[in-house]
């Protein structure tokens, strides 16, 4: 029983932890520190705080060259994104974890970035329950469900703004600003027609996704599923995987035939959900992690139970010849009949006294 006070309490005080190390942080970054940040992006440096200074952003200036041109070249000469990326590796320009390859979501989180422009945003996600897709690492492990949790971004107002050196201006942002916004308006994918499998195909081979691409005959369009591991430009070496593309719509009409089927019988469909269901409850911390709380909930809530008992029956330590806790004499309190205070005072400093070699004794309480 005290052991599992114990963990109450420990539980407790790490949520306490938890909590105030949030709103320390969050204090730190309104008054412009830092150190709530975590690494600092291409084109700067993090100096850590010392005796003599807080700690601080200092812009590298190679790699600001690099950010003025990057944004230059995407907004005045309307270059793409993917024209940044081969310009970048063309030139033999190392990334911020020195990889020769530059990928093209890196440059779209930079052209994004409002650090740039002297803004570092602290706060800008936050994390959800909800589990995201797995990726390619997760299917090679044979796992089914992710270990992290999704990411959403949170509304601009509750940003918390930090001034860090500006390495472009403010127009130039802006600018850069518009055209993602302009290309994710009018992204092509936009007005594309759904099918079915896009963004559910993967491969068995390499585990990378299978994206939905298209060839036009004179005819008409054909879609295909493609393999992300089949594209040499997207490996330093070539391809990973031989897998061919194949036709969306005869795997569409394979996967539908073979679905249709399957639910056509309800116990198969019943057995399935039961699967699932099991599946989950093994893999999913989160459902874990709830099991255990509600346990460490109900002994809580019995303790807390017991002590009131304890104190409602005025068994407090300080009026008893020997000081313990109620809670490790959860029999002694629960069956000792309702009393008043004159019955008591005969019984129970008796009771009490035989818990004098009880480990509560060194137990501040
Ligand atoms: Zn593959």
């Given at each position: 029983?005290?052991?599992?006070?114990?963990?109450?309490?420990?539980?407790?005080?790490?949520?306490?932890?938890?909590?105030?190390?949030?709103?320390?942080?969050?204090?730190?970054?309104?008054?412009?520190?830092?150190?709530?940040?975590?690494?600092?992006?291409?084109?700067?440096?993090?100096?850590?705080?010392?005796d003599v200074?807080?700690?601080?952003?200092?812009?590298?200036?190679?790699?600001?060259?690099?950010?003025?041109?990057?944004?230059r070249?995407?907004?005045?000469?309307?270059?793409?994104?993917g024209?940044?990326?081969?310009?970048?590796?063309?030139?033999?320009?190392?990334?911020?974890?020195?990889?020769?390859?530059?990928?093209?979501?890196?440059?779209?989180?930079?052209?994004?970035?409002?650090?740039?422009?002297?803004?570092?945003?602290?706060?800008?996600?936050g994390?959800?329950?909800?589990?995201?897709?797995?990726?390619?690492?997760?299917?090679?492990?044979?796992?089914?469900?992710?270990?992290?949790?999704?990411?959403?971004?949170?509304?601009k107002?509750?940003?918390?703004?930090?001034?860090?050196?500006?390495?472009?201006?403010?127009?130039?942002?802006?600018?850069?600003?518009?055209?993602?916004?302009?290309?994710?308006?009018?992204?092509?994918?936009?007005?594309?027609?759904?099918?079915?499998?896009?963004?559910?195909?993967?491969?068995?081979?390499?585990?990378?996704?299978?994206?939905?691409?298209?060839?036009?005959?004179?005819?008409r369009?054909?879609?295909?599923?493609?393999?992300?591991?089949?594209?040499?430009?997207?490996?330093?070496?070539?391809?990973?995987c031989?897998?061919?593309?194949?036709?969306?719509?005869?795997?569409?009409?394979?996967?539908?035939?073979h679905?249709?089927?399957?639910?056509?019988?309800?116990?198969?469909?019943?057995n399935?959900?039961?699967?699932?269901?099991?599946?989950?409850?093994?893999?999913?911390?989160?459902?874990?992690?709830?099991?255990?709380?509600?346990?460490?909930?109900?002994?809580?809530?019995?303790?807390?139970?017991?002590?009131?008992?304890?104190?409602?029956e005025?068994?407090?330590?300080?009026?008893?010849?020997?000081?313990?806790?109620?809670?490790?004499?959860?029999?002694?309190?629960?069956?000792?009949?309702?009393?008043?205070?004159?019955?008591k005072s005969?019984s129970?400093?008796?009771?009490?006294?035989?818990?004098?070699?009880?480990?509560?004794?060194?137990?501040?309480?």
């Amino acid at each position: 029983m005290l052991l599992q006070f114990q963990g109450m309490m420990a539980e407790y005080e790490r949520a306490l932890i938890i909590e105030r190390s949030r709103r320390g942080k969050a204090f730190r970054a309104r008054s412009g520190m830092v150190n709530v940040l975590g690494g600092a992006p291409y084109g700067f440096r993090h100096i850590r705080r010392s005796d003599v200074c807080e700690a601080r952003y200092e812009i590298v200036e190679d790699e600001a060259q690099v950010v003025r041109e990057m944004f230059r070249r995407y907004s005045d000469e309307q270059a793409s994104i993917g024209e940044l990326a081969r310009w970048l590796t063309g030139e033999g320009i190392p990334t911020r974890t020195g990889k020769d390859r530059w990928d093209r979501a890196v440059i779209r989180a930079m052209l994004r970035n409002p650090a740039y422009v002297g803004r570092a945003e602290f706060l800008k996600t936050g994390t959800t329950d909800r589990r995201p897709a797995i990726n390619r690492q997760a299917r090679l492990q044979g796992r089914s469900v992710s270990r992290h949790h999704a990411k959403f971004d949170r509304p601009k107002d509750e940003w918390i703004t930090i001034a860090v050196p500006a390495i472009i201006n403010e127009a130039t942002f802006e600018q850069a600003e518009r055209r993602l916004v302009d290309n994710r308006r009018f992204a092509a994918r936009n007005t594309k027609e759904p099918s079915l499998l896009m963004g559910l195909a993967a491969c068995s081979c390499c585990g990378y996704a299978y994206y939905r691409t298209s060839t036009r005959t004179a005819k008409r369009k054909i879609y295909y599923y493609r393999c992300l591991g089949s594209d040499d430009y997207r490996y330093p070496q070539g391809r990973v995987c031989d897998n061919k593309p194949v036709r969306a719509d005869y795997l569409d009409d394979v996967v539908w035939t073979h679905i249709t089927a399957l639910l056509a019988d309800p116990a198969l469909v019943q057995n399935e959900l039961d699967r699932r269901l099991t599946d989950m409850r093994a893999t999913n911390p989160a459902t874990s992690e709830r099991a255990r709380l509600e346990r460490d909930l109900t002994r809580a809530a019995k303790a807390i139970e017991r002590l009131v008992q304890a104190y409602q029956e005025d068994l407090s330590p300080s009026t008893s010849s020997a000081p313990a806790c109620p809670i490790c004499a959860p029999n002694r309190t629960a069956s000792r009949p309702p009393s008043t205070r004159s019955k008591k005072s005969s019984s129970a400093p008796n009771a009490w006294s035989s818990a004098t070699a009880s480990p509560c004794e060194t137990t501040p309480f």
